[in-house]
């Protein structure tokens, strides 16, 4: 959540950053009701001041034998102006709430405003794989090499499900070695997380109030205090220190954790979503970082290296891109996406975004530190993808095809896998 100082203080400067990410915007009516509140709380302070003095005056009164209804009938009043001002001013905070909860997080001045058209390519690392030979898509190439049952996953769970088997079982379960070793090497605690959240945790995340229909609710749904299936790791993960005080001696605080990712994706019958590009299910290892605000940009810049050294010891070709302001996720205030080549499509496709949030979800989760002046700020939050899954899968396929039908296994996985190919003879 936004700062409602910085708009108080500056409201065009708020409003012509986020208008590079939000079509329309006026903070007339917000202004309006923070006006309001502050003078309600004035008042009603006053009030107050006026009952605790009255009262004691009243206890005097009583105590001399002096008639004291008047100052009572006057307090009796008073209390009813109080508990008038109070409903007004729940009335104005839950307005303000309510309001403030739907800004997204301010970009960076060099975000670009825009959608994905004005993202930006910042490099690109290793060469696009040229094939002698007609190369095959990843879904003929899994299907060949039985490493995914597409047909049995769709009668399991509907579209946009499938199920890894054999080979394709093993390879997954080796990217997912793969991360977890190289995390726990840079120092990142590896954490276990509930896989149903309640609603606050996606609110803290930034998720909701807007996204709440992305997600499969149960027990009910968001209006019933129901409980959801988790998007994706950091929703919970970002809730771990929520309403706690951190030492600044531990900043920065370095998690991960593996998960499936539960989405309700709008289907597509285009070429680029087929197969495993987009699906309801998928498995996604999610590393975070709470921050010291002073350098919390060298954490993002970590993060970046981190996923992108994971996807250059996978061997894969890919590029690095700034995300302009409206494709950022709405609690971000800049991101990098990480995007494999996929040669079927022609195209890249994102594996993993690495994010700074800044103070906007420790705001909404009050997770702050203990500075060295004794007193509390809040912490700066940091997400990554290190990495998703069911996009390397078919990068690493169709990248590593041979002319016979098989797939070379890239070296990092291969003791996990137990081979360095697959072929077809091993369906």
């Not at 098989?406 to 697959?422: F, Y």
């Amino acid at each position: 959540m936004i700062d409602i100082k910085l708009i108080r203080e500056n409201p065009e400067k708020v409003r012509a950053a986020l208008l590079k990410r939000m079509d329309a915007l006026s903070f007339d009516e917000l202004l309006l009701w923070d006006g309001e509140r502050r003078d309600t709380i004035q008042k009603s302070e006053a009030l107050k001041n006026e009952r605790n003095v009255v009262s004691s005056e009243i206890a005097k009164m009583k105590k001399g034998g002096l008639d004291a209804s008047e100052a009572l009938a006057r307090m009796k009043a008073v209390g009813e102006e109080i508990a008038g001002l109070d409903r007004l001013l729940a009335d104005l905070n839950d307005r303000i709430h309510a309001f403030m909860s739907g800004l997204p997080n301010i970009p960076d001045d060099d975000v670009p405003a825009g959608g994905k058209e004005s993202s930006v390519t910042l490099r690109v690392w290793g060469e696009k794989p040229s094939f002698g030979f007609p190369a095959k898509n990843h879904i003929e190439l899994c299907e060949s090499l039985g490493l995914i049952d597409y047909p049995r996953g769709v009668k399991l769970s509907g579209a946009g499900h499938w199920v890894y088997r054999g080979m394709g079982a093993r390879l997954e379960w080796a990217l997912l070695n793969f991360f977890v070793r190289e995390h726990i090497a840079d120092g990142y605690e590896f954490l276990l997380l509930p896989h149903i959240l309640n609603y606050r945790c996606g609110y803290v995340a930034g998720q909701f109030p807007k996204f709440m229909a992305d997600d499969y609710w149960i027990d009910g749904g968001p209006d019933e205090g129901g409980k959801f299936l988790l998007p994706t790791a950091e929703t919970a993960l970002i809730n771990y220190h929520c309403d706690e005080i951190l030492d600044e001696k531990d900043l920065p605080r370095k998690y991960f954790s593996y998960s499936p990712c539960f989405r309700r994706e709008a289907g597509s019958t285009r070429a680029e979503e087929r197969g495993m590009i987009r699906g309801h299910q998928f498995n996604k290892v999610e590393i975070v970082q709470f921050a010291h605000p002073d350098h919390s940009g060298a954490a993002f810049d970590e993060l970046t290296r981190k996923a992108e050294s994971l996807v250059q010891k996978l061997g894969l070709h890919y590029r690095l891109s700034q995300l302009a302001a409206e494709d950022c996720s709405s609690a971000m205030g800049r991101t990098y996406d990480i995007e494999i080549w996929i040669p079927s499509m022609g195209i890249y496709k994102e594996v993993s975004s690495a994010s700074n949030a800044y103070d906007y979800q420790a705001r909404r989760g009050r997770i702050r530190f203990r500075d060295g002046e004794g007193g509390t700020r809040l912490v700066h939050t940091l997400n990554a993808s290190g990495l998703a899954t069911s996009r390397l899968m078919p990068a690493i396929v169709e990248q590593f095809q041979r002319e016979d039908g098989s797939v070379a296994v890239p070296e990092a996985l291969r003791g996990d896998v137990g081979t360095d190919r697959i072929c077809p003879q091993d369906v």
